[in-house]
Nanobody, 122 residues
Framework: QVALRESGGELVQAGGSLRLSCKGS????????VAWFRQAPGKEREFMAE????????VYGDSVKGRFTISRDDAENTVYLQMNNLKPEDTAVYYC???????????????WGQGTQVTVSS
């Protein structure tokens, strides 16, 4: 498994942008699929975006299509989530995840970060 650490979460006003980063260690990212999820208080974990290994496939959750962009730098073992036009309902703890399979079922990712808080004020 790869160890993951997110960063970049902070308080931002509605309409603003943030870029989250997730640094992996212990295993090369090149052979993993990576994804972002979020969880707001009292709500279930929600899928944001996924990039399969070798960039073969990119998928976005319906609530963030057109606003969020996932990217990866395998040389730096880092995955990013660029978030634009943020809304108060985007407030949540954001988690990155990784898995050695090419297209793992979303609820079975094996490696998780500790999360980073994003708060969007109205």
């Amino acid at each position: 498994q790869v160890a993951l650490r997110e960063s970049g979460g902070e308080l931002v006003q509605a309409g603003g942008s943030l870029r989250l980063s997730c640094k992996g260690s212990g295993q090369s990212f090149a052979t993993t699929s990576v994804a972002w999820f979020r969880q707001a208080p009292g709500k279930e974990r929600e899928f944001m975006a996924e990039k399969s290994m070798h960039n073969r496939r990119t998928v976005y959750g319906d609530s963030v299509k057109g606003r969020f962009t996932i990217s990866r730098d395998d040389a730096e073992n880092t995955v990013y989530l660029q978030m634009n036009n943020l809304k108060p309902e985007d407030t949540a703890v954001y988690y990155c995840a990784a898995d050695e399979r090419s297209s793992p079922p979303r609820d079975t990712y094996t490696s998780w970060g500790q999360g980073t808080q994003v708060t969007v004020s109205s």
